[in-house]
C-alpha cells in the first residue's frame, strides 16, 4: 500500500503557491515601474533658449 506523507504534500503546496503569489506581485510591480518610465521617456520638455517671449 501507497503511503502518501501529508504534512510534506501540504508544505510543498503552501511553497509554490508562495512563490506564485510573490512572481505575480513582482510582475504588477515591475509592470507599473515600466510604465512610469515609458511616460516619462514619452513626454520630454522642449528645451528653450534664455530668449524665449
Known sequence: MLQIN???IA???I???G???YLI???IKD???YEKEK???E???EKHDGDHI
Open 15 to 17: 511553497l509554490v503557491i
Open 43 to 45: 513626454i520630454k520638455p
Open 31 to 33: 509592470k507599473k515601474k
Open 39 to 41: 511616460i516619462q521617456s
Open 6 to 8: 501529508i504534512p510534506l
Open 19 to 21: 512563490l506564485i503569489i
Open 11 to 13: 508544505l510543498a503546496a
Open 25 to 27: 506581485y513582482k510582475n
